[in-house]
């Protein structure tokens, strides 16, 4: 076992290992020069990038200089992707002692690519996304509508398991486990119906595909670089690579005559992590805006926020806004239900004060009737008990009748008009 791979034990997520992996190959391509042929590293590249970490560090070679000329040639790169690279390798050497001072750190940092994001994207709405659906398979279709409206991130629903997904709840249910989420949060989240749909439909294929991956394994397994796959090897919803994942999106988006690169950064630009934009911005339309970001997996709303929610709650809330995350239905039906959902609304707040003033009108009669029921009894009382009933001037100067029951002592009671 190489330096590397003895590292990469500190960190259970997929996604974190695969960043040191490509952060620290390129370190050493940079110094040694390229030593993969692909995108992809095959088994002999990987023990070659081992062989070369070790004799990296046995060379009295000065780090602080490669770390500082290395950045530099990572200017062609976007900042955003720039920054992890030197921080993971940074620390990769500093594991194994091999460590800068804080003057080179700081040195370093400011040679580092200034500025976000630099890829110009383009917008990933339904229309194009129905676009693309039309040239995926069974199982394209399926990951694509997952992705849409559920707001995972693709390492997330590629570590899917079988056990993880409900079909048979009412928005269908989700569950992103720590271990694969980035930021090591378990979290629940929902899919549309037609997601659902697709789901089931590559359900009946699954096996089919896991067995045909199988044979085409053949020839890693025989020369020990690769082990037999079964169906019970792999209980991820989709049992496949990343890589397989991206190449069947740059297939789709070719076909479909949408696969562009940004001139400057060289990176598609249409790509997966916009279905999270996409499904926080559309559901952000109807409820508010911390439903999704929860359901996505924001750390910043995957704390006090979060645990205020009720598992049924957040279900309510995701069916408000599932319509604006639905691709199939037409952009003329989709608007009419819009449009249908804000009347709803807009009367619910008519029907709420026409109901508050219903209950307003019911106790003011309540105390018509209880003031009526005082009048007769005090009726009664003047014809049992051959009461007087005469008119006056009371002190203020104001009428006023009087009510004496014995005319003889002059007793009265007075009664407003």
Excluded: C
Excluded at 380 to 392: A, R
């Amino acid at each position: 076992m190489g330096k590397l791979a003895d590292y990469l034990k500190n960190y259970s997520n997929k996604a974190t290992r695969q960043g040191y992996i490509s952060a620290v190959y390129l370190f050493i391509d940079f110094i040694y020069g390229k030593q993969r042929m692909k995108s992809h590293v095959t088994y002999e590249e990987r023990q070659e990038y081992e062989k070369l970490i070790d004799r990296y560090f046995k060379e009295k070679r000065n780090f602080a200089e490669d770390m500082s000329n290395f950045v530099v040639s990572l200017h062609d790169r976007p900042p955003l992707t720039a920054r992890p690279v030197f921080v993971r390798v940074k620390e990769f050497f500093s594991y194994f002692n091999k460590e800068l001072s804080s003057k080179d750190k700081k040195f370093i940092r400011n040679k580092l690519p200034k500025g976000n994001a630099r890829t110009m994207e383009k917008d990933l709405d339904i229309e194009t996304i129905r676009i693309i659906l039309q040239h995926l398979d069974v199982k394209g279709r399926a990951l694509v509508l997952v992705l849409a409206s559920s707001g995972m991130r693709i390492n997330e629903a590629l570590s899917v398991t079988l056990d993880d997904v409900d079909l048979t709840s009412k928005p269908a249910v989700i569950t992103v486990r720590g271990a694969t989420s980035k930021n090591g949060e378990t979290r629940i989240t929902f899919i549309s119906p037609e997601a659902t749909q697709a789901v089931n439909e590559w359900l009946k294929v699954r096996a089919d595909y896991i067995r045909s991956s199988a044979h085409r394994n053949n020839g890693l397994v025989k020369t020990g670089r690769g082990a037999t796959k079964t169906d019970e090897d792999d209980g991820r919803l989709f049992p496949f690579s990343d890589q397989n994942a991206n190449v069947l999106w740059e297939t789709a988006l070719t076909k479909a005559d949408l696969l562009s690169r940004d001139k400057t950064t060289n990176r598609k630009q249409l790509h997966y992590h916009q279905f999270r934009k996409f499904f926080i911005s559309q559901l952000s339309l109807i409820v508010s805006k911390e439903i999704p970001e929860m359901l996505a997996g924001h750390a910043g709303y995957l704390t006090g926020a979060y645990r205020r929610y009720t598992k049924k709650q957040l279900a309510e809330e995701y069916l408000k806004g599932q319509h604006l995350i639905t691709i199939q239905t037409p952009k003329e039906l989709q608007e009419i239900e819009s449009e249908f959902k804000a009347k709803i609304q807009t009367h619910e707040g008519i029907l709420t004060n026409v109901v508050k003033e219903n209950i307003e009108l019911k106790k003011e009669i309540e105390n018509l009737k209880i003031g009526q029921k005082n009048l007769s009894e005090l009726l009664v009382d003047i014809l049992h008990k051959d009461l007087v009933i005469h008119e006056g001037i009371n002190e203020d100067g104001m009428p006023t009748i009087f009510i004496t029951a014995n005319p003889e002592k002059n007793k009265s009671f007075q009664s407003s008009q």
